[in-house]
T-cell receptor, first 114, second 113 residues
Framework: KAGVTQTPRYLIKTRGQQVTLSCSPI?????VSWYQQTPGQGLQFLFE???????NKGNFPGRFSGRQFSNSRSEMNVSTLELGDSALYLC?????????????FGEGSRLTVL | TQLLEQSPQFLSIQEGENLTVYCNSS?????LQWYRQEPGEGPVLLVT?????EVKKLKRLTFQFGDARKDSSLHITAAQPGDTGLYLC?????????????FGDGTTLTVKP
């Protein structure tokens, strides 16, 4: 059974640019969550999608947005990049809409903002 | 706001030693997960505990959920270099925050051969 796939794995952007990250969940998983991981802040919840609807959102500015498609694949977008957006962005999928709390993570997309 | 505090933040031990990592909160969670993360990779789920007082064993790892479902511990017996990594606890609350897990800051474990 294929795991969670995130693309791209690494990317470098400059301030002011925008970036789109992609996540393909485990087959059959309908919930996709996004987390930002930095050395100083740990894993911070960005948002969660279930059946194409954003069900929960963390405390991030509106520059961070996401969406989910009918096949459960998800994308997140960060506009007007800032240096502080440099982080590992992790996508996680879960089977029953997050009811068990169990998350299955991808390897992450490492974003560096120069 | 739900918070999870992990201790210790860093732990460096010799191969063969035992260790315990703690995860504490003032909030009650529906379930609690432990994950292990290696550099450059995403966290990997180790275990889920649901019932207060529950104890689960995974080879040399023993996980316990507090009676009040606010805290948890991870005990590793006879640690090996392959146990090196970042250990994260995460809590989920089904009714109030479906789809959202709160993560602790993690414990970085280094096991020296």
């Amino acid at each position: 059974k294929a795991g969670v796939t995130q693309t791209p794995r690494y990317l470098i952007k400059t301030r002011g640019q925008q970036v789109t990250l992609s996540c393909s969940p485990i087959s059959g998983h309908r919930s996709v969550s996004w987390y930002q991981q930095t050395p100083g802040q740990g894993l911070q919840f960005l948002f969660e999608y279930f059946s194409e609807t954003q069900r929960n959102k963390g405390n991030f500015p509106g520059r961070f947005s996401g969406r989910q498609f009918s096949n459960s694949r998800s994308e997140m977008n960060v506009s007007t990049l800032e240096l502080g957006d440099s982080a590992l962005y992790l996508c996680a999928s879960s089977l029953a809409g997050g009811n068990t709390g169990e998350l299955f993570f991808g390897e992450g997309s490492r974003l560096t903002v120069l | 706001t739900q918070l999870l505090e992990q201790s210790p933040q860093f732990l460096s031990i010799q191969e063969g030693e035992n260790l315990t990592v703690y995860c504490n909160s003032s909030s009650v969670f529906s379930s609690l997960q432990w994950y292990r993360q290696e550099p450059g990779e995403g966290p990997v789920l180790l275990v889920t505990v649901v019932t207060g007082g529950e104890v689960k064993k995974l080879k040399r790892l023993t996980f316990q959920f507090g009676d009040a479902r606010k805290d948890s511990s991870l005990h590793i017996t006879a640690a090996q270099p392959g146990d090196t990594g970042l250990y994260l606890c995460a809590g989920a609350s089904y009714n109030t925050n479906a789809g959202k897990s709160t993560f602790g800051d993690g414990t970085t474990l280094t096991v020296k051969p």
